[in-house]
């Protein structure tokens, strides 16, 4: 467990503060779930809550499903870190944060095409590659990740797959978010 040196109180209703630091780092706001758990020495640890993470295994499968249907790398993020990825190397994606933009992009409701837009798009953090459609997962009226098809190096706008395309990622994202409300 890393240390951060900083030490609060708990107040008369067994409250305590978050510091901003920790929380601004950890990308946590007002109204985030916050999961508590404590271990075998004692210990008390907080994890923010990810609905998506609840149902890994499908995401997972999903994700395959998609990407060998498009014939492109997908991942498949909760709203901070990538939980699923598939037609690219696991390892470099997996768990890794998604940037601000794609942050903005979920918080706003609107998906992004590559198609009609000419905004280069990189979804992950410290990785280059870039999205070529990415649409939020919404359940219950709250935004709760998104679902990226990345573009290949040999990529190409053609007209003829972009409908199907467009049309794959939106019901893939809908889906998963009718599955979480179930």
Do not use: W
């Not at 797959?161 to 979480?180: V, W």
């Amino acid at each position: 467990m890393k240390s951060t040196g900083i030490v609060r109180r708990i107040d008369d209703l067994g409250r305590i503060v978050i510091p901003k630091e920790i929380r601004r780092t950890l990308r946590i706001r007002e109204g985030d779930p916050i999961e508590i758990y404590t271990d075998n020495s004692g210990n008390i640890i907080f994890k923010k809550h990810s609905i998506i993470d609840e149902i890994s295994p499908f995401v997972h499968q999903y994700a395959d499903v998609l990407s060998r249907a498009l014939e492109m790398p997908v991942v498949i993020s909760d709203k901070d870190h990538i939980i699923a990825a598939s037609g690219i190397p696991k390892r470099e994606f997996l768990e890794r944060r998604v940037t601000s933009y794609l942050e903005e992009l979920m918080e706003s409701r609107t998906h992004f095409s590559a198609y009609e837009n000419s905004t280069k798009f990189r979804p992950v953090e410290g990785l280059e590659n870039e999205a070529l459609l990415a649409y939020p997962i919404i359940s219950s009226g709250d935004v709760t990740g998104s679902v990226c098809v990345l573009k290949t190096p040999n990529f190409e706008k053609s007209k003829g797959e972009k409908e199907t395309k467009l049309k794959l990622a939106e019901i893939t994202a809908q889906f998963l978010g009718k599955h979480l409300e179930d």
